[in-house]
Every structure is written in C-alpha cells, then in structure tokens.
C-alpha cells in the first residue's frame, strides 16, 4: 500500500539557516506529493502540492520537487524565520483513492 | 477560500459518555473525512464518506461511528469513549475531482 516516512524531528535552527525536511514515499500509482503545515493549536493549511513528475510546488519561500526516481519530495527554504516554527506534513494521496496518506510530522522550531 | 469549521476547539468527556463531534464545509465538496492525531503516528484515517449517507471505513472505525444526512455536514460519534480516545481530531473535505483535501482547526479531546 502507500505510505509516507518523513525525517524525525524535532528540527531546531537559527533564524535565516537553511532548512530541508527529507519526505519519501511509495506508491503504487501516480500519486500526487504535499506539504501540509500545522501552527500551534490550529489545523493543517496546505503549504504546496506537485501533481506529477518533476514539477516544482513553491509556497511562502518553501519549495519541494516531485522526484520519481528518488520517490522524495523534499521540502526546502532557504532562510526561515520565526514565523515557520510549526510541525510539518508530508502526504500523498491517488485521485482514485479517496484518503490521503501522511507522514508522521517533523516539528520546526526556528530560534531568533 | 474553501472554509471548514468543527464544532468544538476543545472538549472534556468522561468515559462511557457518548461524545458528538461535528465538521461543516462551505464548499460543496462531495467527500469529507475524519482523522486522529497522535504524537508520532501523523494523522490516521477514521471513517470517510463520498457523498451524503454514503460512508466508508478508514484504518481505524473500531470505536466510532460517522453521520452525513446532509452533503455540508459529517458527524463523528463516539459511542462510549474510553481514555485512548483521547487525542487530536480533524474532518477535512474536497472535491471528488481534486485531490486535494482541506482541513478544520481542530478537536482536542481528553477522555477521563
């Protein structure tokens, strides 16, 4: 069946450092790749998607590639702020099944 | 903006109660889902439903039960809750077309 493993957190880092949070994934079809986020106390906000092969989803300075031969869809930015602590969810989901597949989460907090 | 709104932010029950938890969509999306999350597992699928009165079981239906006698709203039943139902729970919704899913803020239940 599908499924998603993203990397453990937590993440901590300085304000304006690099961040990736590695996500692959298995599929049996041709799923489409998301990131979710999660602030404090709220629900998941769809942060980016990619639908196919090599597209690029980009969102608030977040970027991730859809990588079939790697299976990965890593999320990337180059310079987080505060504002971007938050846990972060990787998910896919087949347009002919109905429930999305998500990752465990990984958990940034980003230090001043 | 698609906008889905749960019932409740927070809410304490005690065990053997039955606890109703509700999710409205705006957006007339066909499909709504409710899932559970945990610390460490992401998110879990409980129940979803294709259309009104249609409903299928997730990963995890032992326990619950769901409701949609109109296509804008999902109920979530806990028939008798016990303590590890305690968690975080989300609905989310979308279009049978699409595959993206948009979710609510957010049940917090503490089971006693």
């Known amino acids: 069946g599908n499924s998603v493993t993203q990397m453990e957190g937590p993440v901590t880092l300085s304000e304006e450092a690099f961040l990736t949070i590695n996500c692959t994934y298995t599929a049996t079809g041709y799923p489409s790749l998301f990131w979710y986020v999660q602030y404090p106390g709220e629900g998941l906000q769809l942060l980016l998607k990619a639908t196919k092969a090599d597209d690029k989803g980009s969102n608030k300075g977040f970027e991730a590639t859809y990588r079939k031969e790697t299976t990965s869809f890593h999320l990337e930015k180059g310079s987080v702020q505060v504002s971007d602590s938050a846990v972060y969810f990787c998910?896919?989901?087949?347009?002919?099944?109905?429930?999305?597949?998500f990752g465990a989460g990984t958990r940034l907090t980003v230090k001043p | 903006d698609v906008k889905v709104t749960q019932s409740s932010r927070y809410l304490v029950k005690r065990t053997g109660e039955k606890v109703f938890l509700e999710c409205v969509q705006d957006m007339d999306h066909e499909n709504m889902f409710w899932y559970r999350q945990d610390p460490g597992l992401g998110l879990r699928l409980i129940y979803f439903s294709y259309d009104v009165k249609m409903k299928e079981k997730g990963d995890i239906p032992e326990g619950y039960s769901v409701s949609r006698e109109k296509k804008e709203r999902f109920s979530l039943i806990l028939e008798s809750a016990s303590t590890n139902q305690t968690s975080m729970y989300l609905c989310?919704?979308?279009?049978?077309?699409?595959?993206?899913?948009?979710f609510g803020p957010g049940t917090r239940l503490l089971v006693l």
């Open positions: 989310a919704s979308r279009l049978t077309a699409l595959v993206t899913q948009y």
């Open positions: 998910a896919l989901s087949e347009r002919n099944n109905n429930d999305m597949r």
